[in-house]
């Protein structure tokens, strides 16, 4: 017996063999959807369509009560979130200053002095390191 393999086709098919073969398909099923629906269908087209569309309005006007209680809901999480962190706040500011107050080792009048003499100092030595490199000469970037 004897085989010819010339005539055969050994190439992979195309994207466009997939999509016409899909698309094929796809007219079958709704050629084969719609003619079971012709067959089975338990009342005629239009009782059908005002029963789905009294269905799908009561589904809408349910889903919109449902979205409403949930922005509601996510309100008042926001809220109840933003009363906590003030709260937090507020507790946090009244335990730093009663500990700071209880163990402090000076005065808050030395302690604001010693502050300013301290940011004095700061500032004149920012000064003079700007004056430095303001007077030496600075390299060429260039070169």
Avoid: C, N, W, Y
Avoid at 66 to 80: G, K, P
Avoid at 125 to 142: I, L, S
Wanted: no cysteine.
């Amino acid at each position: 017996m004897r085989t010819d393999f010339d005539k055969f086709e050994l190439e992979a098919p195309t994207r466009e063999d997939e999509d016409s073969g899909f698309l094929g398909m796809a007219l079958l099923a709704l050629a084969a959807g719609a003619g079971t629906a012709l067959l089975f269908a338990p009342a005629e087209g239009t009782k059908t369509r005002k029963l789905v569309g009294g269905r799908l309005r009561d589904l809408r006007g349910g889903a919109e009560e449902a979205i409403e209680r949930l922005q509601r809901e996510i309100r008042r999480r926001d809220v109840r979130r933003r009363r906590e962190r003030r709260f937090s706040t507020l507790m946090g500011l009244a335990i730093g200053a009663g500990l700071a107050a209880l163990l402090v080792p000076e005065s808050g009048r030395e302690t604001r002095r010693r502050l300013s003499d301290r940011l004095k100092r700061h500032k004149e030595e920012a000064e003079q390191a700007a004056e430095r490199v303001v007077r030496e000469p600075q390299p060429d970037p260039a070169a």
